[in-house]
């Protein structure tokens, strides 16, 4: 499961990403031309909440997020393996908690309340989509490493 949700992320990060940084040159080239491109900006912005909603996915996914290995690394193996267990249901339970239930709660208000976003004149919720969708993701990651054999290594 871990290799097919790898692949996912990667290539939704990297299409991300591409999307991303067209979309930063076509500001910078509207505030030079004057082109009144104002959708490019919030687009941008669009983009930007996507690739860290789903970074942050990848990061864990790959033990690259912010944790506190150096306290971690100092406990004898049992502890250690304990805490890393710990660590993954806190994060299952934020996941499904906020991500999932809260993200797709203001999701589904947004896309009720009609609300739009002004220059690209979509609604609101695909902005807020990003949280439920990496939600998935995380919550996905979390089981995975929670049914992996236990080791003392993240």
Known sequence: ???SLTITLKIANALTMAALLLAVLLVIIDAKLGLNATWASELSQFLLGWLVMLGGAFAYLHHAHLGL???VNTFDPPTKR??????HVVILLFALLVLIYGGGKITFERYDMGQVLPAMGISK???YLALPVSGVFVSLTAVSHLLQKPSTTP
């Not at 304990?82 to 660590?87: E, H, I």
């Open 82 to 87: 304990a805490s890393l267990l710990t660590g």
């Open 1 to 3: 499961m871990l290799r």
């Open 69 to 71: 290995d150096i306290v």
């Open 125 to 127: 919720a695909w902005a």
